[in-house]
């Protein structure tokens, strides 16, 4: 089941404050609606009364997907004070089979929804991801500030991700055979899920990079 609260916020165009319903877990399978609006935004959307002024909320929500068995917090920075290592390891440390990340941002959260919910692995992806980058930054000669998961097709035998390149954050997407994607699991293998040995953590960039450094280090010392 999902679950949800009131909280009064201060809207950041006219200062007028209001309540709004703030969720504290997603369940897609008892709630699809939800899974749709958190995907296209309109959950997370704050829409002032007083001015119509229009924000994206940032707050803890647990998106738990028990039929695909995985579970994706999004903790903004700010909230990481309260919703520390050790809270998450209490509540939720503890449980077999599910597969449990830990986001920083509502982008981020929703690409670990469409990985997961695609049967794919999100190390074996942050790989790919970030070797792509490489490829997209040499072709385009301009530097990739971030990007997302945007494609997977059997059919097709494509995955690919959408970049942002250069200081306008254009859009611009790079696919690869999946063959690709079947090779990246050893790199990933290289590198621990969790140093810590956590149950709730990041799967990004900064990992990949790790990975990919360990598994050229082994192979260049065979
Ligand atoms: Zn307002």
């Given at each position: 089941?999902?679950?949800?609260?009131?909280?009064?916020?201060?809207?950041?165009?006219?200062?007028?404050?209001?309540?709004?319903?703030?969720?504290?877990?997603?369940?897609?399978?008892?709630?699809?609606?939800?899974?749709?609006?958190?995907?296209?935004?309109?959950?997370?959307?704050?829409?002032?009364?007083?001015?119509?002024?229009?924000?994206?909320?940032?707050?803890?929500?647990?998106?738990?997907?028990?039929?695909?068995?995985?579970?994706?917090?999004?903790?903004?920075?700010?909230?990481?004070?309260?919703?520390?290592?050790?809270?998450?390891?209490?509540?939720?440390?503890?449980?077999?089979?599910?597969?449990?990340?830990?986001?920083?941002?509502?982008?981020?959260?929703?690409e670990?929804?469409h990985i997961?919910?695609a049967?794919l692995d999100d190390k074996v992806i942050e790989v790919v991801k970030a070797a792509l980058k490489d490829v997209v930054e040499k072709r385009t000669?301009?530097?990739v500030?971030?990007g997302y998961f945007s494609k997977y097709s059997v059919a097709e035998d494509r995955i690919g991700f959408t970049f942002?390149v250069?200081?306008?954050?254009?859009q611009f997407v790079q696919t690869t055979r999946l063959e690709i994607y079947n090779k990246s699991a050893a790199v990933a293998?290289?590198?621990?899920?969790?140093?810590?040995?956590?149950?709730?953590?990041?799967?990004?960039?900064?990992?990949a990079?790790?990975?990919l450094?360990?598994?050229?280090?082994?192979?260049?010392?065979?």
């Amino acid at each position: 089941m999902s679950s949800m609260t009131t909280k009064k916020v201060t809207c950041p165009k006219c200062g007028a404050e209001s309540e709004i319903k703030v969720y504290k877990t997603v369940n897609p399978t008892t709630d699809p609606a939800y899974r749709e609006q958190l995907l296209n935004g309109e959950l997370l959307k704050f829409t002032c009364d007083k001015c119509g002024g229009v924000a994206q909320l940032r707050y803890p929500l647990l998106y738990n997907d028990m039929k695909n068995n995985f579970m994706v917090y999004y903790i903004p920075e700010i909230d990481r004070e309260t919703l520390t290592d050790e809270v998450l390891e209490r509540e939720y440390g503890d449980l077999e089979g599910i597969t449990r990340r830990l986001v920083p941002g509502y982008n981020e959260l929703k690409e670990k929804i469409h990985i997961f919910e695609a049967n794919l692995d999100d190390k074996v992806i942050e790989v790919v991801k970030a070797a792509l980058k490489d490829v997209v930054e040499k072709r385009t000669g301009e530097e990739v500030t971030g990007g997302y998961f945007s494609k997977y097709s059997v059919a097709e035998d494509r995955i690919g991700f959408t970049f942002f390149v250069g200081d306008e954050g254009e859009q611009f997407v790079q696919t690869t055979r999946l063959e690709i994607y079947n090779k990246s699991a050893a790199v990933a293998a290289a590198e621990p899920a969790d140093p810590a040995d956590r149950q709730f953590f990041l799967i990004d960039r900064t990992w990949a990079r790790s990975a990919l450094y360990k598994y050229k280090k082994s192979k260049a010392a065979m």
